[in-house]
């Protein structure tokens, strides 16, 4: 099956700090989705990615598709304390279903 | 629209029982999925289903079984519940068509064993 990582395992920043996020992929993707799991929530789809070198904004959040199309980035600009918890990225497997890479914790100190 | 609807939200079972996760969703998704997820882990894929009468082997299928009677329900059945099991387990779904794939999570439920 596809092998996916993310980096870093947590990071903790200062509030309005800049935080960045890595999702790198064994093999070329069809495209990539990036969910966020607050602590204790569910993961809630954010944004979805296809074309090779894509950049997508959604307010403070920039979404990026390498030329590759085998890795991905997430970047919050002046992390809030409501950007708190843990960023998921995923590839579709096949077709059929999703694998999940193992999430990025973000915690962001007032 | 209430979406993806888990039920129990909590539940402690004791090793060797067993139960079933209910799982419904209103959003006349085809496609339909479990997870589980381990305290500070990611999440791995369980079952998951294409359409009714169609199940499919995740990555951590042993010890569960799914079903897929009607469009809108999945329950996942653990039997002889382990403590290897205590996990939250969260049911997603999802509409495969042109343009994109979004799942969409229920919101969870936890299941210790002891």
């Known amino acids: 099956g596809q092998q996916v990582m993310q980096i870093p395992q947590y990071q903790h920043v200062q509030e309005g700090e800049d935080f960045t996020t890595y999702c790198n992929s064994s093999t070329t993707l069809s495209n990539i989705q990036w969910y966020k799991q607050r602590p204790g929530g569910h993961p809630v789809f954010l944004i979805q990615?296809?074309?090779?070198?894509e950049v997508k904004k959604q307010k403070r959040l920039t979404f990026q598709f390498g030329e590759a199309k085998k890795n991905s980035s997430l970047h919050i600009t002046a992390t809030q304390t409501t950007d708190v918890g843990t960023y998921f990225c995923a590839l579709e497997d096949y077709g059929q279903n999703f694998v999940f890479g193992p999430g990025t914790r973000l915690s962001v100190l007032p | 629209n209430a979406g993806v609807t888990q039920t129990p939200k909590f539940r402690i079972l004791k090793i060797g029982q067993s139960m079933t996760l209910q799982c419904t969703q209103d959003?006349?998704?085809?496609?339909m999925y479990w997870y589980r997820q381990d305290p500070g882990m990611g999440l791995k894929l369980i079952y998951y289903s294409v359409g009714a009468g169609i199940t499919d082997k995740g990555e951590v299928p042993n010890g569960y079984n799914v079903s897929r009677s009607t469009t809108e329900d999945f329950p996942l059945r653990l039997e002889l519940a382990a403590p290897s099991q205590t996990s939250v387990y969260f049911c997603?779904?999802?509409?495969?068509?042109?343009?994109?794939?979004?799942?969409?999570f229920g919101a969870g439920s936890r299941l210790t064993v002891l």
């Open positions: 959003m006349n998704h085809n496609y």
């Open positions: 990615l296809v074309k090779s070198g």
């Open positions: 997603a779904s999802s509409y495969r068509g042109p343009g994109a794939n979004v799942l969409t």
